[in-house]
């Protein structure tokens, strides 16, 4: 079955920290790259942060920069987004993906088609 699931969300404190993980089955994550979303109650999806297929390459979101590290380890089949010095700006859903690429090279335009989406992990931060 191909899948993405998200897990390691929760509630935190401003200026806490977590760290997502994605799990991917079924489909061979290591040949594309890999993406987090996030989407907060009545806003649209945005893209946080992208990695290459093979890790040579990051994007971040300027919202995020300085505050969360994408990474992934490919025999793991899992990619990781460690979220630092949080804020309640940061909570939403936030979601994998990947749009069957190598690279980072596509900006998110707001259509979800065009990418396989996890269910997403919720985040919450209180002030």
């Known amino acids: 079955q191909v899948q993405l699931v998200e897990s390691g969300g929760g509630s935190v404190h401003a200026g806490g920290s977590l760290r997502l993980s994605c799990v991917e089955s079924g489909f061979g994550m290591r040949w594309y790259a890999m993406a987090w979303f996030r989407q907060a109650p009545g806003k649209e999806r945005e893209e946080v942060s992208c990695i290459s297929n093979d890790a040579t390459s990051t994007y971040y979101a300027d919202s995020v920069k300085g505050r969360f590290t994408i990474s992934r380890v490919n025999d793991n089949r899992t990619v990781y987004l460690q979220m630092n010095n949080l804020n309640p700006d940061d909570t939403a859903t936030y979601y994998c993906?990947?749009?069957?690429?190598?690279?980072?090279?596509?900006?998110?335009?707001?259509?979800?088609?065009?990418?396989?989406w996890g269910q997403g992990t919720q985040v919450t931060v209180s002030s």
């Open positions: 993906a990947t749009d069957w690429f190598p690279d980072c090279g596509r900006r998110f335009t707001g259509s979800l088609v065009g990418r396989f």
